[in-house]
């Protein structure tokens, strides 16, 4: 079999993963049969991988792209880590996170690389530099490829997707996917140059430099790019039913993430043809640097506002005697929340802070719900319903474990508390809310702390 053969049977093989994969992910949506969707997924992202191992291991060796895989390793769990991180004070199923990731690993990744390299062969035909397609194509093809993974997680499963915040998760996992399976490539590539070069010694030394500087230096370009598309993204899930000013958004902001993304390779080119190699690195600290930092103090405050949106929408059931005021204080910030896990911890041992991790997340998924209501998106009863069930069960673990707090009930206006002499009194409640926190109520009462 001759290597055209070849080719044609693996390329073949993969298309087949494709549409395969498609068909099932539709029939799987359709039916709503996690099965099919899951088996679907599967060999969609199969089909990808196939054309860019292929591809890979025709260009640079068996040899170079297992060393290249190896390396591309290094800086995955700090990729992946921190967009993971980012998003752990919400419940986002494991199967969209893993689908955002392979998505940009496998099918954005397979998908530019065909481009790419169709329009380098374009240019090269043409008598004009073939490198030229790192400018003109990629930005292009990659951040539309990488965008697209987020984008149907929106349009399938819309209820995951709901503000900016899951949509930098989302988007930055798929940049740091196509980032991982990029790497692939480019450190193949170092070690094949260095070992024909010199020798294997060459190679590795190739490989390490290239990981210190494009996989460590660098490893957040892809999703600092994608991340600008996911503020179009989150924008228009907070805008139902304005399709139009959804589309201007999302479009708008990944225009954006293109002309970034052709800055920074442009540098490149550009340094290449000017001989002026340190263009590329005088724009990191001179552009990229800032504006990570940039999106890094936008994402932590995005996820600050994500703990402020559940004080403000679980205000009204502190009137209503369901939260009391110390309770909701103490879901206002992430520290604090640390802080009232501590609490638990410290009284009700390991179960007790079990407990406050399950209260704070059903806290926040209940007022997700509030939230989608209060913006006209489609929210579920029945979670509400599960969330409340799941804060008052959590609260009887804690309850009542402090012995220096005195028996205590909040009715929604005020405090009833049991004083030493054994008669429970009606006290107001401060300006501040104060320790301890309030805990589920007996039945003959809408609200208390222990």
Known sequence: MNLSTTAQAILAAAALFALGGILLTWIGLARKAKGLLVSGVALLFAGGATVLAWAIVEGTGAQAFAVGLAAALVPAPVLVGTFLWLGRYRRRPWLVLAFCFGWGACVATAISLIVNTSASVILEKNDLDPNLAAVVSAPVIEEITKLLGPLLVYWTARRHLTGTLDAIVYCGLAGAGFAIAENVLYASGAYLNGAESLDVAAGIAQVTILVAVRGLATMFAHPLMTGLSAIGLGKAARRPGRKGLQTVWIIGMMLCGMGLHALWNGSSVLGVNLDMPALWFALYPAFLAPLFFTMVGAALWLRAADARRTQVALAPMVAAGQVSPPELASLATFSRRAAARAWAYRYAGAPGEAAMKDFQRAASDLAEQY????????????????????????????????????????????????????????????????????????????????
């Open 371 to 450: 939230d989608l209501a209060s913006i006209g998106r489609p929210w579920d009863r029945a979670l509400i319903e599960h969330a409340a069930h799941t804060m008052n069960a959590a609260r009887a673990v804690y309850a009542g474990r402090d012995p220096h707090t005195p028996a205590a009930l909040w009715d929604g206006r005020q405090y009833h508390v049991t004083f030493p002499d054994g008669q429970m009194r009606a006290v107001d409640a401060p300006p501040q809310p104060v320790m301890p926190l309030p805990v589920a109520p007996p039945p003959a009462y809408p609200g208390t702390y222990a």
